[in-house]
């Protein structure tokens, strides 16, 4: 062949990739629920190479446009479950089905502060297809375990080969336990407490003091250095500290101990949250709870009720809705978070917050509310197409887009039901 007919080759290649790319799609006629702006009655929303470019009731609308028809629909932002170990984990743990869990580290001491674990997500993990399927675009792949876990990302549920193709945003904040003495190997609350304190204090000392750590010039420090450097911009107040607790009291600790550190403190849980509601919105931190459940765990979480989320929210406490409710809410069941919005409605917060708490607040809590969590020109288009109110079991999501991409990727469930529709017409006959 030619040199110049490769070339010609090659640049009609690029020319059609760069079509495919710059596809544009009007997703018309339906009722728009920006998040960052209020509703738009037969709004559309356009979409070109990945990106919203407008938003509206009077849009022009491009003649080569593929045209959505969401008359009589609802059109949302994807939304964004912020505690999930999606993509970490399946079928369990090994001994259950073959399956595999890669959401905790072998940790020394309770502490795995330098283990990303999104390092070893698997994009093939078939549990993205449902979630993807009720609305779900965006979530948080956090560790578990252990007094310090180590570090969550957020990631897109697009179709991928590798984990850096999926990531949004890696690290978002270090997971760490504040209520369960037992993950920091020690036996009482107050001695946890004073590890955590001389974990922090002794970070500090290692960033101040690394050349005479290297050399073995320093006292023994608790963490290893690769856990020392992941910790140095928690303890900068850089990287938020994301903690599990739930009682009252231990909630107040938390924020005594962000305060007396500096750290930058979310708090996940928060099952007695209500009760020190004040104190929370005072101290400007983020909650990450659920709706679904009011059946205490153990006994820290005694006070937990249905009504947590509206109280904080009513109190001026910026909350972020994760699942609480029944079976595995990282893995499986992440795909409820839409139930646990409508259960928050159901128990105080307005239907408005809750929407809010599912899309454009957690990326606003973490530092991506330019790029998702609104329908908006110049973010990326992850947006969802509705039968209905997506807070109504029956409302089914239509069309589902992750980067501008609408992905019908079928789950396991669908080829379940597609399977047995249909079933043998001749009765079984042992």
């Known amino acids: 062949m030619r040199r110049s007919t490769m070339w010609r080759l090659a640049a009609l290649a690029l020319l059609g990739s760069a079509s495919a790319a710059a596809q544009t799609i009007a997703i018309t006629g339906g009722t728009v629920y920006p998040v960052s702006g209020p509703k738009i009655e037969n709004g559309t929303v ?142 009482a609350r107050a001695e946890f407490w004073a590890k955590w304190r001389t974990l922090i204090r002794e970070v500090r000392d290692y960033g101040d003091r690394r ?60 099952a007695e949250g209500w009760m020190v509601a004040r104190e929370i919105a005072a101290a400007n931190v983020p909650v990450f709870t659920g709706a679904m459940n009011n059946i205490p765990g153990d006994f820290s979480a005694l006070g937990q009720r249905q009504e947590n989320a509206a109280l904080l929210r009513a109190a001026g406490v910026t909350v972020v809705l994760i699942g609480n409710g029944p079976g595995d809410t990282q893995t499986f069941n992440v795909r409820n978070i839409r139930q646990e919005a409508g259960n928050a409605v159901a128990y105080g917060m307005s239907w408005e917050d809750a929407l809010r708490a599912i899309t454009l607040v957690p990326a606003e809590v973490m530092g991506v509310a330019d790029r998702v969590g609104a329908i908006a020109t110049g973010r990326d288009a992850n947006v969802v197409v509705w039968s209905g109110d997506p807070f109504e079991f029956a409302s089914n999501a239509e069309h589902v887009y992750v980067r501008g991409r609408e992905i019908l990727t079928k789950s396991r469930q669908d080829l379940l039901t597609e399977r047995y529709r249909t079933l043998p017409a001749a009765p079984y006959r042992p």
């Not at 990945?50 to 009077?58: C, D, E, P």
């Not at 949004?168 to 760490?176: F, N, W």
């Not at 023994?220 to 690769?226: E, I, N, T």
């Open 211 to 270: 050349a005479a750590y290297e050399t073995g010039s320093t006292k023994d420090f608790m963490a290893s250095q690769a856990d020392m450097e992941a910790l140095l911009p928690v303890a900068a107040g850089q990287l938020p500290l994301v903690v599990g607790v739930e009682r009252a009291s231990d909630i107040l600790e938390a924020l005594a101990f962000a305060r007396e550190m500096g750290i930058k403190l979310w708090i996940a849980g928060a």
């Open 46 to 187: 356009l979409i070109r190479d990945g990106r919203i470019v407008a938003v509206g009731a009077n849009v022009d609308v491009p003649a080569d446009a593929q045209r959505v028809d969401a008359r009589g629909k609802w059109v949302t932002p994807g939304f964004i479950n912020s505690a999930t170990t999606l993509g970490l984990s399946e079928a369990g743990s090994p001994q259950f089905s073959g399956g595999y869990n890669d959401a905790s580290a072998r940790a020394a001491d309770g502490i795995s502060a330098a283990f990303e674990a999104w390092k070893g997500l698997n994009p093939a993990n078939t549990l993205f297809g449902p979630a993807r399927a009720e609305g779900v675009t965006t979530v948080l792949v956090a560790p578990n375990g252990g007094m310090v876990a180590g570090k969550a990302a957020l990631i897109d549920l697009v179709e991928a080969r590798t984990a850096n193709e999926m990531l949004r945003r890696g690290p978002t904040a270090m997971v760490g336990n504040f209520g369960s003495p037992g993950s920091g190997n020690t036996n």
